[in-house]
T-cell receptor
Framework: DSGVTQTPKHLITATGQRVTLRCSPR?????VYWYQQSLDQGLQFLIQ???????AKGNILERFSAQQFPDLHSELNLSSLELGDSALYFC??????????????FGPGTRLTVL | GNSVTQMEGPVTLSEEAFLTINCTYT??????LFWYVQYPGEGLQLLLK?????DKGSNKGFEATYRKETTSFHLEKGSVQVSDSAVYFC??????????????FGAGTRLTVKP
């Protein structure tokens, strides 16, 4: 158990809908990262928040957004969902701002299925 | 840009066989290198890491040495067990982005160990 929790575990929805994925980092960790894992794209970094502020952006679509709250939990919002958004979404956390030596601890993931 | 290339799987071995999973990288600057493992239905777990050239990361019998001259970070284990069956990801973390770390993952190598 990494100490990172994600809810829900599974989510099934329809195209065009909007969903929110939630992540609670390990106690004491200030950074939260979001990743998308799909069969064709592999594991892709989406976005990072550090202590409430956006820190780094990867391959995140404009239909997706995230935020980190004062209690450090984070939410990833996916809107206007398409079939291709079906994937496993992982949250990870680390202690600091994300320096190259910073270890990221991953949650169990949320499996999103768009029908 | 930064990238990681790891050997394609799947890899199937008998128990107690020697394991090598190749990983090479392309990066500017001084990245850190990681191996993560993903067991079925779970998130990624850090297996080992190395933060500078010639460092050797080790954990649970697995080893990998950061070779700057060959830009490689191959994973090895002398005697695999059935419980090592999982997907292994090589990853690179580089302080490339203006405010954060650019984290890249390889495509993953699925290992199956048979009794």
């Amino acid at each position: 158990d990494s100490g990172v929790t994600q809810t829900p575990k599974h989510l099934i929805t329809a195209t065009g809908q909007r969903v929110t994925l939630r992540c609670s980092p390990r106690s004491g960790d200030l950074s939260v990262y979001w990743y998308q894992q799909s069969l064709d794209q592999g594991l892709q970094f989406l976005i990072q928040y550090y202590n409430g502020e956006e820190r780094a952006k990867g391959n995140i679509l404009e239909r997706f957004s995230a935020q980190q709250f004062p209690d450090l939990h984070s939410e990833l919002n996916l809107s206007s969902l398409e079939l291709g958004d079906s994937a496993l979404y992982f949250c990870a956390s680390s202690v600091w701002w994300g320096g190259s030596t910073d270890t990221q601890y991953f949650g169990p993931g949320t499996r999103l299925t768009v029908l | 840009g930064n990238s990681v290339t790891q050997m394609e799987g799947p890899v199937t071995l008998s128990e107690e066989a020697f394991l090598t999973i190749n990983c090479t990288y392309t990066a500017t600057g001084y990245p850190s290198l990681f191996w993560y493992v993903q067991y079925p239905g779970e998130g990624l777990q850090l297996l080992l890491k190395a933060t500078k050239a010639d460092d050797k990361g080790s954990n649970k019998g697995f080893e990998a040495t950061y070779r700057k001259e060959t830009t490689s970070f191959h994973l090895e284990k002398g005697s695999v067990q059935v419980s090592d069956s999982a997907v292994y990801f090589c990853a690179l973390g580089n302080n490339d982005m203006p405010l954060g770390v650019d984290m890249r993952f390889g495509a993953g190598t699925r290992l199956t160990v048979k009794p």
